[in-house]
């Protein structure tokens, strides 16, 4: 009874204490559409404007502050293109625990003027709870940037591939959201899409490394490319060109148009992509009769691409808006790749064997979308509902000759005929709302995927006719249903905030690989639970923690049972019987100011890799696809920009990273713990008459995984820009990867198994010149096309 007793009475104090503390309430939203903004920067502050707390508005505009007592504060509404908000509150008894203080809404800066002026500089880096946001507008470590890709190499942990493709902490590639909404695409259209973005575009990039459940399960690093809002009626047009300059020329020309109303606003975006790129591969093998093999392969691609989209958002009402977005690509490709194969005895004076193959390949694509979505106010609730629809086409001839570089004999002669169809359908819908003090939320997401693919191969005999290659020829149908759910809780007790949620994603699946008559059917269930806390402390401090569980499901070329080949010896094999890996992680995030710090742990199970098996007697080397046990990760990022003087400003980011990957290979477990660490930052140079110079640089060590050993590779770009036309006209010249050092070098770690050493390199040595040009009296943001999660798991 003492006990019992000593705990009620603790417990009517802390309640009474509770009782005696204030929260307030509110809503923003735009003083002209009434539209609701999110994340608008809320603080409270003293009468002499000393910061006590702060939050941010949530996705409908709610805010809230919690934990106050009586007094007089000053409350300061804060948001990009918005003009700022100070108002007086006095807390008392009178006022009730819980004032609300109704709708609050914000002008935008653009009432007398046709551009933003960007007056003050906001901090590069800064921390809110799940969020790290790079700004970008007005930020003068970017005005050298050509175009999205040189912004993104700021990102602490991440990482771009020499092939383009980007990577996060783990290893595992991020989704690109543009303005809150999922696009995620081929490495081809993403590059596409990324270059077309200039930094005049964009207003921020929000990073989340540890999705809630409330996205989708694929999604285990996001990256939301902000761009900047509408602020005034009228049109806008901006037309940029990105002339590129190595062994070959590529370029890239983009012109966006917008025009706005009252109700109605248009966006048009058409694209072109002329010109050449390069990918060289080299590699080194010692044959098992120690014989050694010498293998280059280069790979010109001659493109002729184009994209159009057109798209409309017309506001029903003040808290109700529907859009529609059609879009269009055309990729048109010429490869014309050149492999060749040197044989030598194990002294490399004696030659062997010399051949070579060329490969004339025409791969055409053509995409059809469109995309729906609805947004709006339902009394108490918000709802949110895109549908989308996609079809894609893609054909491909190569015509595959090997000879004998000594004579020319003609040794092998192919020709391959590919026809592949995806459509994909998807419909989402969201719905949130307030519960007491706290905010739900609940979502649900049909998709359905259906990849049609017949590849015939045709072999030149003896008798000099083609005939159909069984062996090689390919006809694969892929089906893909996946349904999910979930709900979600977020609230604040006294300081901390903190977020729960638990998504269920339901698949079922169907592989017909019709050429074996293997037909491989697949339903699974799987829970996706996450929580996180966020604590605001004392001198702009933060601190938030949080944990999910993600999934990956094979794609369709990790599923296609049959050969696709990188040369006649070297080819990989999808499997039909791969499962989905489940990731869980551990995040914890420190900010200071400026400075920030991330630690990350977790576990990957049944992560999908490929493992090379060697034929000793016909030196073909393939890669097949299997489930490896499980993989251990972990790694730490510490950002810090500072600004030396007015002049000279820079930001350096440092990561350490550790993998194991348990990989079984040939009757041994190989479970190789792996450290590396990265070390990437840039300088930028205020020089006279308005001229920026910028000095990027990246060095990563020497890593691998339990296979093979990377080597150390690094690169230094080098960037100048300057504005015409009272600001209308930006010209940059760019200069990348001026010591070309970056190219990726394998060594495959058992000897005794496979001795090979192989290199990739993407011709990322090249001169840059770009051209923007800004005209019209709008600056209504281009939508991007809302592309979903299945476009590219389908292997587009």
Known sequence: MTKFSLAFCLLLCLSSLVSAQKRIKGRISDSRTGQPLGFVTVSLLSPDSTFIKGSMTDSVGIFQLTNLRNGRYLLLLTFFGYGKVYQQLILDDADGSNPDLGNIGLSTTSSQLNEIVVTGEKPVLQRREDKLILQVAGNPLFAAAANTFDILKHIPGLQRNADGGLRMMGGSAPSIFIDGRQVPMSPEELQNYLAGLSPEMIASIEVINNPSSKYDGEHKHIIDIRLKRDLSLGWKGNISSNLQQNAYTLADNNLLLTYKTKKLSYTGRLGYTAGTSIYRYSALQHLANTNIMATTNSVPTHNNNFNFQLGADYDISKTQRIGIMGRVYQSSRGLNAFNTLH???????????????????????????????????????????????????????????????????????????????????????????????????????????????????????????FVADSSRSNSFQYDEYVTAAYVAYENTVNSWRYSVSLRAEHTHSTGNAMTQHQLTSRDYLTWLPSFSFTLPLEHAQQLHISYSRRITRPNFSQL?????????????????????????????????????ITLSAGREADPMGRYPEYDSITNVLEYLGRN???????????SFPLTINRWWKMNNNISGNYKKEVTPYHDKVYAIPVFDYTFSGS???????????????????????????????????????????????????????????????????????????LQHWYGNHKLALTLNYSFGKSTHSSKSDSKNEEEKRAGM
């Open 343 to 465: 044989t030598t005895d194990v002294t490399t004076q004696q030659l062997l064997s010399d051949i070579y193959t060329a490969n004339n390949a025409t791969p055409r694509q053509r995409s059809y979308a469109v995309h729906l979505n609805y947004s709006g106010r339902l009394r108490k609730s918000q709802l949110d509902v895109l549908s989308s629809l996609l079809k894609i086409s893609n054909r491909q001839k190569e015509d595959i000759q090997t000879k004998n570089t000594d004579g020319h004999h003609l040794l092998d002669y192919w020709k391959t005929d590919l026809k592949n169809d995806i459509l994909i359908r998807s419909l989402q819908a969201d719905l949130s709302g307030n519960l007491g003090k706290g905010k739900w939320s609940t979502g649900v997401r049909l998709a359905f995927s259906t990849t049609n693919n017949q590849l015939r191969y045709d072999t030149l005999n003896l008798s000099q006719v």
């Open 560 to 596: 296609n049972p049959f050969r696709f080949y990188n040369s006649p010896l070297n080819y990989f094999v999808g499997n039909p019987n791969l499962q989905p890996s489940k990731t869980d992680m551990l995040s914890i995030a420190y900010s200071r100011h400026t400075l920030n």
């Open 628 to 638: 490896l046990p499980y993989n251990d990760f972990g790694g730490v990022e510490v």
């Open 683 to 757: 300088q930028v140079f205020s020089l006279p008459k308005g001229i920026n110079f910028d000095i990027s640089y990246l060095y990563r060590s020497a890593t691998g995984n339990s296979l093979y050993t990377f080597k150390a590779m690094g690169s230094l770009d080098l960037g100048i820009q300057k504005t015409w036309l009272n600001g209308k006209l930006n010209s940059r010249f760019n200069y990348y990867d001026v010591l070309d050092t970056y190219r990726y070098r394998l060594t495959f770690r058992e000897k005794a198994i496979i001795n090979n050493q």
